[in-house]
């Protein structure tokens, strides 16, 4: 590609690129939903052009944000500027999906960390902090308003309020993760149609109903619970805050093994397709549900169902 046309198309992309963000800064209802396309730009600049180049569009549209937008929406254009990078860069080197959602999980969560970093060091305040302090201070003011008109609240459902986020706290390093992971996938999913329709590469996705974890998730799941019971660590010290968000995790991909075995499942014995959406709605409103999946996913960890199924379908 000659030098003329890609100045051309990284001038178009960096046109879409500012407006987008522009709509995304000053138009927060539409902004909410642009957010997710702002990565776009920076996808189809890695696809097809050169590692080097693409890291200029970057640099480019920095100083365009720092002309059209404000210096505080630098981060954001490094957040979209490096997770597109990252996924049109996997794209092009026809990565694994899981190398590819690891990676761009990686950036984003790097990125997310590196700007509450960058907030407490500039204006030395702690972004979390003074988020749970608003929260705190907003309970005690309705609190106070509801006793002004003659409602109490009990001190029973203001205790579990007050452990829920202190759990919260505790459990942050895996929210941020989480986060992260939900930010990429909703970012694949959004930009899957664009690449498709302005290159030959698309983001493979695994078929859920396949997914299989290693078996040895299960032994890290049954240490952690023997740790946790048997260490018993008090929740100021660093050994409680690993080992409860090391637990979280393991329990939440424990339940997405789960949830892959209902699909599967319902697949084999060519059940409606609603069913295992019915049984994942389920359990996100009924704890008795979720425990079952949890426990599915744990059978299938250990005792390989799936195998045993598949003979008898033969």
């Not at 690891?102 to 990125?111: A, S």
């Not at 029973?156 to 993760?177: A, G, S, Y």
């Not at 078996?215 to 660093?238: A, D, G, I, R």
Request: aromatic residues 14%; hydrophobic residues 55%.
């Amino acid at each position: 590609m000659n030098s003329g046309r890609k100045i051309t198309e990284g001038g178009v992309l960096l046109a879409l690129y500012s407006v987008l963000l522009l709509m995304t800064i000053y138009l927060p209802i539409i902004g909410s939903i642009l957010f997710f396309f702002l990565p776009i730009p920076f996808i189809l600049m890695a696809l097809k052009h050169s590692t080097a180049w693409t890291f200029g569009f970057l640099f480019i549209a920095g100083v365009l944000t720092l002309i059209f937008g404000t210096m505080f929406a630098i981060p954001l254009t490094l957040l979209m500027g490096l997770t597109g990078i990252t996924i049109g860069y996997c794209l092009k080197r026809e990565q694994p999906f899981i190398m590819l959602f690891v990676n761009t999980v990686l950036v984003v969560l790097g990125m997310i960390l590196a700007v509450l970093g960058g907030t407490s060091w500039i204006f030395k305040i702690n972004p979390i902090d003074e988020f749970f302090t608003i929260v705190d201070t907003s309970m005690v003011k309705s609190t106070e308003i509801l006793e002004r008109f003659g409602q109490t609240i009990p001190k029973e459902r203001i205790e579990d309020v007050n452990n829920m986020f202190e759990m919260m706290n505790t459990l942050l390093p895996t929210l941020l993760v989480l986060v992260s992971a939900i930010l990429v996938i909703l970012f694949f999913l959004v930009s899957q149609p664009i690449i498709k329709r302005f290159s030959t590469m698309k983001i493979q996705w695994p078929s859920f109903r396949e997914l299989q974890l290693p078996k040895s998730l299960l032994w890290y799941y049954l240490l952690t619970m023997v740790l946790t019971l048997v260490v018993n660590p008090e929740k100021t010290s660093f050994m409680y805050l690993a080992l409860v968000n090391l637990m979280f995790i393991l329990q939440i991909l424990i339940l997405i093994q789960g949830y892959s075995f209902v699909f599967y499942f319902a697949h084999v014995k060519k059940w409606s397709k609603i069913i295992p959406y019915l049984v994942l709605a389920g359990s996100l409103v009924l704890p008795i549900v979720q425990s079952i999946v949890r426990i599915l996913g744990i059978i299938d960890l250990g005792f390989s169902f799936r195998q045993s199924i598949a003979k008898k379908k033969e």
